[in-house]
């Protein structure tokens, strides 16, 4: 069954979610007034001061994912030191002995341990040690993922690749999702930088529904990259990755990046396919820089590896299974594609 929507003089008017059902209409919303756009998130003034290292030591101290907390977690599973990151930014101890990537068990498992075999799968992946970017002067300055840098990023989809061959040691575990919440208003419960990878004993249901879809329409993936094509909405094209703004995503401004012919998982990826796949990812998120944000990258069941990036600039609208999608969902393409050819020069 081919994707269901209506194009008219080439642009969409609205489009059908194969995989849902909910139906995005596109919609002028320039005018419209979001009073709650970022509840709690209002821009610091441009003359406040710098933290203090009062205040600063205090957050840090209370935060169980800084350096010098790690008592106050789980038990580690791995770390990743400065001299195995040397992409890293931030200040470089003499001895190169301190961590930047951490990874542990989630004190609070997300599928109880009972049902893989009385082992915790559910992980946090500490992306960075640091806590505030770099002179924060408000208590929402934190470090983001868009600040670490590509290769950082690489490392990072390495660990979680690493994690993942834990895992799916586990003869309990067969299916594994990586999920990201940035901000508190993705829903993340710690405001200290982090992931979350999680082993499941049953395929989970977002990848059985993309399957089940795939199954009725077999050119489901390669179909929507040829629509995202014609409707000028591609931000990245490689030999084998392709990211485009998705007007099918769960939120208004939503982004996929997908790897249409490999069917296998991160951490099958050859070293050259990974650093394709993770760039990818990274360009995006860099773009979007501290806005709040999640992703969740999909694999197994058959489907093609990929990436679904959500920002969560303004609140949700699906109303009884229909989405509005801005009408600026072109302009913002090309104005990501744009500052991307920038950042490349």
């Not at 596109?26 to 509840?39: I, Y």
């Not at 961590?99 to 341990?113: M, S």
């Not at 992946?125 to 300055?141: G, K, N, T």
């Not at 490689?238 to 208004?252: H, K, Q, R, T």
Request: glycine share 8%; proline share 7%; aromatic share 6%.
């Amino acid at each position: 069954m081919p994707i269901e929507c209506e194009i008219r003089d080439g642009s969409l008017v609205w489009i059908k979610n194969p995989i849902t059902g909910v139906i995005s209409y596109v919609v002028d919303v320039r005018g419209k007034s979001f009073a709650f756009t970022l509840g709690g998130r209002e821009d610091t003034a441009h003359d406040a001061p710098n933290l203090s290292a009062e205040t600063i030591r205090h957050a840090t101290e209370a935060c169980p994912f800084c350096p010098g907390n790690e008592s106050l977690t789980t038990r580690e599973v791995f770390r990743m030191t400065r001299d195995e990151i040397p992409e890293w930014t931030g200040a470089k101890a003499e001895d190169g002995a301190g961590w930047v990537v951490r990874v542990i068990n989630n004190l609070f498992p997300r599928i109880p341990a009972e049902l893989t075999g009385n082992r915790n799968e559910s992980y946090i992946v500490v992306e960075d040690s640091r806590h505030f970017i770099d002179a924060p002067r408000s208590q929402l300055d934190l470090i983001f993922t868009g600040a670490l840098g590509g290769g950082h990023f690489l490392h990072l989809m390495q660990a979680d690749a690493r994690v993942m061959r834990l895992a799916l040691q586990n003869p309990d575990v067969c299916s594994v999702v990586i999920r990201k919440n940035q901000g508190r208003e993705s829903g993340a419960s710690q405001p200290h930088l982090h992931q979350q990878i999680i082993g499941s004993p049953e395929p989970f249901p977002a990848m059985l529904a993309e399957a089940r879809a795939e199954r009725e329409n077999p050119h489901l993936w390669h179909e929507l990259v040829a629509l995202m094509e014609r409707l000028g909405l591609v931000i990245d094209r490689g030999d084998s990755v392709v990211s485009y703004a998705s007007p099918i995503g769960l939120f208004p401004r939503s982004y996929d990046v997908v790897m249409p012919d490999f069917r296998g998982l991160l951490s099958e990826l050859t070293p050259n396919q990974m650093k394709q796949f993770a760039n990818a990812i990274y360009r995006i998120l860099m773009i979007l820089g501290p806005l709040p944000l999640d992703y969740e990258i999909h694999q197994g069941e058959g489907l093609p590896l990929h990436a679904h990036i959500n920002a969560r600039l303004y609140p949700y609208s699906n109303v009884a299974g229909t989405l509005n999608l801005p009408s600026t969902l072109l302009q913002t393409a090309a104005a990501i594609r744009n500052a991307l050819g920038r950042h490349s020069e």
